[in-house]
T-cell receptor
Framework: DTGVSQDPRHKITKRGQNVTFRCDPI?????LYWYRQTLGQGPEFLTY????????KSRLLSDRFSAERPKGSFSTLEIQRTEQGDSAMYLC?????????????FGPGTRLTVL | AQSVTQPDIHITVSEGASLELRCNYS??????LFWYVQSPGQGLQLLLK??????LVQGIKGFEAEFKRSQSSFNLRKPSVHWSDAAEYFC?????????????FGKGTHLIIQP
């Protein structure tokens, strides 16, 4: 079990540029989550997938954000026309949903800095 | 709306002393509760979880937590801290309202270990 991986670990971009992050979940996990964490705060839920279906989006996920999970494996999170307020750590988590509840395992995160 | 409160932003403990980190939650049904730890620049590592059953749960690294429904609390404890325990600790509650399965996190408690 190699754990959740994210790429890149760090990204510096200029305001107005588009960025894309990748998350590879633990193999056989059917759920994948994206969170955003700003300095001094806890992670905030953005969206999640069960297999390839995106089942929930937070109101934090503006129209500039889009996430995909083709074939129910890895996922990408794209931010278009980045703004300075998008600077944050973007965390991915995965879980295997069975029964009522599941346990989410987090990756190391991608730290985004928008200049 | 569900919420998590971690009243202590910073806690300083001497190495070898006992530790208790507080967590209070607001949730309309039976909560699922988690404690995660985050080292600087890293993702979150699961320490322990409560879904049901015994209200005293054991986790990794010698941590334990007790669920007290009457007090809406899920405090984390460790009998003797080590310098390597210095980190940010997050309490989280799930599943989300309306079936959304993203976790709701507190703002975290920064643990400092004095030699």
């Amino acid at each position: 079990d190699t754990g959740v991986s994210q790429d890149p670990r760090h990204k510096i971009t200029k305001r107005g540029q588009n960025v894309t992050f990748r998350c590879d979940p633990i193999s056989e996990h059917n759920r994948l989550y994206w969170y955003r964490q700003t300095l001094g705060q806890g992670p905030e839920f953005l969206t999640y997938f069960q297999n390839e279906a995106q089942l929930e989006k937070s109101r934090l996920l503006s129209d500039r954000f889009s996430a995909e999970r083709p074939k129910g494996s890895f996922s990408t999170l794209e931010i278009q026309r980045t703004e300075q307020g998008d600077s944050a750590m973007y965390l991915c988590a995965s879980s295997f949903r069975s029964g009522i509840a599941d346990t989410q395992y987090f990756g190391p995160g991608t730290r985004l800095t928008v200049l | 709306a569900q919420s998590v409160t971690q009243p202590d932003i910073h806690i300083t403990v001497s190495e070898g002393a006992s530790l208790e980190l507080r967590c209070n939650y607001s949730y309309g049904a039976t909560p699922y509760l988690f404690w995660y730890v985050q080292s600087p620049g890293q993702g979150l590592q699961l320490l322990l979880k409560y879904f049901s059953g015994d209200t005293l749960v054991q986790g990794i690294k010698g941590f334990e937590a007790e669920f007290k429904r009457s007090q809406s609390s899920f405090n984390l404890r460790k009998p003797s801290v080590h310098w390597s325990d210095a980190a940010e600790y997050f309490c989280a509650v799930g599943p989300g309202r309306g079936g959304a399965d993203g976790l709701t996190f507190g703002k975290g408690t920064h643990l400092i270990i004095q030699p």
